[in-house]
């Protein structure tokens, strides 16, 4: 291993770590606990517990932790050392195959949604065998899942490790149908690619909006933004290139393989993008992503942005989701082979997935969504809040003329792998289909690239509902197939019901230009659901249908999805409390206090020249005079109405009453700070403005 990668995957107890030093059966017992074939005893887990005690000390672990992603969007840790006395008063080191498995923090604080009241404490967190421990700071953690005293799911990892097994089922059930019986299970590959925000560290002192919520709650765009595109793709600064290492060693430590790298499209912005891994642990690994960006940018004298619209008038952050189905033995399900054409299993995936998508738009829509994601989605940048999918004209083709019940386009499938733009190479590399920007979920190839998620956010939830509608589709889809004897005629069959879902679905195939007007347009003859704001999709989870979708396939009970609408409008709420609170007191304390350092200015010149004074003068005093009033008017209202909007509410109330008041009273707040900026003198004004955060890299 050249010398970069010495140290790669050093700080996981992953695979390799546990067949080197565990006897041969507690291995093989914990290989069929993973596949859900078999338990752990106490013995066997005992076992795995020493040795991973051992492994971890050797490494300078001095403490363990049940690491867990509480409904926070976050994860939380409680240390305990492994350190005991021993009977005879002596220190001695201590971790059992019990303290491996099960952990009891205090869930009193955490979002429950009313599953368990604040008095009720406990909470229990229990080992993920699926995802590898690993070291950081000196401490064992040990991925968890979260539950209340009675069970309920309090994390997003429970809900999403249920809905992968509902989904290995539902496609495994499929492809033993169309003939391929040595599947046992299928699994989901997940790729997340990470955009953020760097920005130098001393600005945070003197802008409270980004250190408290994470974007500007004003700011006038630069001079010049990101209209020449010569930052995406360019030259990475030095300063975050020695930012990218560090980055880079402490994820390649973990066992995460950060692939790419790149400027991205805002100044300022950029990208980190790992290979695909299972769908448990690509999220939990995207979660250690976020944190390790956020702490190795301190030590740079940095601050990394994670918020989806840091920044107004530049591109916001996402968080690309890519998806796959691929089977136990290495198939991807998603993969069209060499002729999609006859590939009647492929064919069938893609259906399940059109049919999934069309049923639950809002669903999904949500699931990507949260306050900060507002801001980004639709905003001529990301995918528009409609969703759509794009296959390429390709694949689309295929589909439209098999629903057709034709063959004219076939020449034209099998013409395009001739392309070759370059002379003088022999051997040129063509996918199946281009890549859409602007589509909500976009077919690049192999995979389905959801494009909506949120940069700050946990990828759990949406991809539990990418894993429940699909499994809910494909068993549809199987039940109708099951019984069938011959293999050719099952084939025939699934090709009558993908024509069915064609026409049934077809509606949210969309090639086109996902940013324009005419779009919207479209898809609202077309009656696909246009949800311009996450809280207005959030009760979608009080929908019958959704209720029965996740009961079904026992990812969620009713009960716990109640609990999750609560907690997103509370959140929500909260989020909402601060961004206004922030803004009030910045406006009070820093802008109103500039304003009349400039109207007097003006007025001073003005009784100092008398009948003489510059008619500009003149001009600029009335200016400013009339901003400033403007602007604490603007500020009362905004009080009043946040007032208004918490009173005597619930908060769904509470929710709608900030949507549909609060947040205009922000607008006209902001558009009033920022046409200020423009014309204040740089003398007076001094808090940091868009020109010095973006491009003093």
Request: charged share 25%; with cysteine.
């Amino acid at each position: 291993m050249e010398k970069p990668f010495e140290e790669f995957g050093s700080m996981v107890f992953g695979e390799l770590e546990m067949a080197d030093r565990l006897p041969r059966p507690v291995y093989q017992s914990w290989k069929k606990t993973v596949a859900n074939e078999g338990t752990l005893d106490r013995p066997t887990a005992d076992a795995i517990a020493h040795a991973m005690k051992r492994w971890a000390m050797e490494k300078g672990a001095t403490h363990f932790t049940h690491w867990f992603q509480p409904m926070t969007g976050g994860t939380a840790e409680k240390h305990d050392a492994f350190i005991e006395p021993s009977a005879d008063g002596q220190p001695i080191a201590r971790f059992s195959g019990k303290m491996l498995i099960k952990g009891e923090p205090d869930a009193s604080s955490f979002p429950s949604g009313g599953l368990r009241a604040t008095f009720e404490a406990r909470g229990y967190t229990y080992w993920d065998v699926t995802s590898p421990a690993f070291i950081r700071d000196n401490v064992l953690c040990i991925p968890t899942i979260f539950v209340s005293y009675n069970g309920e799911a309090l994390d997003r990892k429970e809900p999403l490790l249920k809905s992968i097994s509902a989904l290995s089922a539902a496609a495994t059930r499929l492809v033993n149908i169309f003939g391929d019986k040595e599947v046992k299970s299928c699994s989901i590959t997940v790729g997340l690619e990470q955009e953020y925000f760097l920005i130098d560290r001393k600005f945070l002192k003197d802008r409270p909006d980004i250190r408290l919520t994470g974007r500007t709650l004003f700011g006038s765009p630069a001079a010049k933004g990101q209209e020449l595109d010569d930052h995406y793709f360019g030259s990475i600064p030095r300063r975050v290139s020695a930012f990218m290492k560090d980055v880079n060693s402490e994820l390649w430590k973990l066992g995460i393989y950060a692939k790419t790298e790149h400027n991205e499209a805002a100044p300022a912005q950029f990208e980190l993008a790992p290979v695909y891994s299972e769908g448990n642990i690509a999220v939990d690994q995207n979660q250690l992503i976020m944190d390790i960006l956020r702490k190795t940018a301190e030590k740079h004298d940095l601050a990394c942005l994670l918020h989806e619209k840091p920044f107004k008038g530049v591109n916001g952050s996402g968080k690309h989701n890519n998806y796959s189905i691929v089977t136990d033995n290495g198939q991807n399900l998603f993969s069209p082979g060499d002729k999609p054409a006859e590939n009647i299993r492929f064919l069938t995936f893609i259906c399940a997935v059109l049919k999934a998508v069309d049923t639950y738009p809002v669903l999904l829509r949500m699931s990507s969504s949260c306050c900060g994601n507002d801001h980004r989605l639709g905003a001529d940048e990301a995918p528009p809040a409609i969703i759509s999918v794009y296959l390429g004209s390709y694949i689309e083709d295929i589909l439209y003329s098999l629903y057709q019940e034709h063959t004219s386009q076939k020449g034209k499938h099998e013409t395009r792998s001739e392309f070759n733009p370059v002379s003088g190479l022999s051997y040129i590399p063509h996918d199946n289909t281009d890549r859409n920007r602007t589509s909500p979920l976009a077919f690049t190839g192999n995979k389905f690239e959801f494009r909506m998620l949120g940069s700050s956010m946990s990828a759990s939830f949406a991809n539990t509902v990418l894993n429940c509608i699909i499994a809910e589709s494909l068993n549809e889809i199987a039940d109708q197939l099951e019984g069938i004897k011959y293999l050719q005629d099952i084939r025939a069959k699934a090709l009558d019901i993908c024509r069915n879902l064609i026409h049934d679905h077809k509606r949210i195939l969309f090639s086109g230009d996902g940013y324009s007007s005419e779009w919207v347009k479209e898809a609202k003859r077309r009656g696909l659901p246009n949800v311009p704001s996450f809280i207005e999709s959030v009760p979608v989870l009080n929908d019958k249908k959704v209720i029965n979708l996740f009961t079904s396939l026992d990812v969620y009970t009713e009960k716990e999805l109640n609990a999750n609408r609560r907690i997103l409008e509370e959140q929500y709420n909260r989020t909402m409390d601060i961004e206004v609170r922030t803004l009030l007191e910045i406006t009070r304390k820093d802008i109103l206090p500039v304003m009349t350092k400039e109207v007097r200015f003006y007025a001073e010149a003005v009784s100092a020249a008398g009948k003489a004074a510059p008619a500009y003068i003149k001009k600029r005093l009335a200016q400013f005079t009339e901003i400033c009033d403007q602007t604490y008017e603007d500020c009362e209202k905004l009080e009043e109405v946040w007032i208004l909007a918490n009173q005597n509410r619930t908060e769904t109330e509470c929710a709608a009453a900030i949507h549909d008041h609060v947040i205009p009273c922000m607008e006209v707040l902001r558009s009033r700070i920022d046409s200020f900026e423009t014309i204040a003198s740089r003398e007076n004004y001094r808090i940091p403005m868009y020109e010095n955060m973006l491009f003093e890299l």
